[in-house]
């Protein structure tokens, strides 16, 4: 039996998992408008023994948005939860008297996504988060790789072109800029405002908070030339990014999870093509490209397997 | 005591390297014209047991250029050879009965550079060969990356621009195009014919074939603006590449070896302006990135510890 938490911006995910991988117990507690952190730490602390029915914890693990600090256990620093230089395993030890590992979430989520739903001879793999943001975790000989300072897995800020567009990380032309979802969003409306003839455009001047990438998918499936084409640019700047990955590293396999992978074949099919105009068929043939099975818990999973 | 062979497309370096990497005796031969895999590996062999002066060898290790499969000990390919489907392992077992471990040489010489130049608390070390092409070699938690089918380390076809230069791989804008020795020599040739000021002129009026990287940095050296601006973007191509490098695998340290990287500052610098351009300060101020020590040797060293 395991403990896992995974701390994002609006709230902290707090499981109990069995050996099995199986979620037992779960709960939540809110986290947004930057909460402080050690009052934060002891609100779930309170959760995790109330989730425990006061029984000790032994181990505890933790996912965290941000740039953290592996082996110390400290978040250099988080945008979402607006911290700087919180010693948060020190904090949850402090207030849950027990060990606690802390960690990226996104390499969390690629390690509970490995230890769930990949067959355990398949050793290299990558996870790829395409959501907001564009995360990723790299798993090498069956162990997840942190590199020198717990930071590698960058995935969505490689540079795709040099001159492409800003980035919120303030770089041009990351790979977030032609596969995150505000970026889709933001292509699909100046498309419209350009006059594109799209079906789009309707539910647009209803509500434009209605233009999704489900909204995308939606209208491509349905033959909607505009909204195809939406998708076989990210598919196709995607597929570069995946073609320096599958040079580099020689996957098995990459996963894409989160909102924006759930266009499947939309993002897929362009993506493989561009992949397969790659020269050396060695490491391209070898590796297989999937949607993951839509799985909301292997942050919490994960965390708990830290 | 341990045998190394290093097979190039010009020559097979063979030596003979003791329990403290330093090379006791070292032989050479013939390579070149597209060699029958049996006749060559048959001469090889000889040379190898003359070197042990008719002594039991018990195990060798090969570098040979092309994909590899490291498992069977089998060459996919090799263009500099002109080889397919070889079986170099079972060949070298048959001749010198001896167990055998062949890989991609570039790997090789990456496995051969950390072992003699890297103290061993380094964990994470990218290796880099620039040279007529553009080679790699990656090291994570003090293990050779080789991936699901020995295939990982292609650095040199990252895309870095994707409608950039056509690349001898036939695909466009590989890192290659930007910092390989023939495409640095062409553009500087291109300037000539164009007409840019440079005392490079002279050099390629009295005999073209003396326009070299050492050439340029020489010029370069001497303030010659045009010879500078080779550098300058040759610099920054590698720069935007070793961001991604940077980003995804956290290394602790990056070394070039080769003709090219012999401009050292003249690249270093440029490059070092662009990577701290990237946002994530984290793994690029953890990051050293020097020129190795010059090196002839690395490739049978790392041979004969595969």
New interface residues.
Partial sequence: MKLGIDLGGTSAKIALVDDHLKILKETSVLSSGNPQPSELVKKISLACLDLMNKKKISKVGVGVAG?IDFDKGVV?ISPNLGWKKVPLKALFQKYLKAETIVDNDANVAAWGLYKTQVPSNIK?VIVMTLGTGVGGG?I??G?L???????????G???I??NGPVCN???RGCLETYIGRPHLVKKVIEGIKKGKKTSLSKIYKNNPADISPLAVSIAAKKGDAFAKSIWNEAGHMLG?AI???V??????RIYFTGGVAQAKNLILTPLLKTLH????K??IN??KIQVAQNAPHIGVIGASLL
């Fill in positions: 740039d250099r290299n790299i090498i000989d162990k790789l942190r590199g020198a300072t717990g930071s590698a897995g960058e995935i800020h490689m540079n072109e040099e990380c303030g770089n570069l073609g320096d990955l040079y580099l590293l020689n996957p098995e105009q790659r020269t050396f060695t490491p070898a590796v």
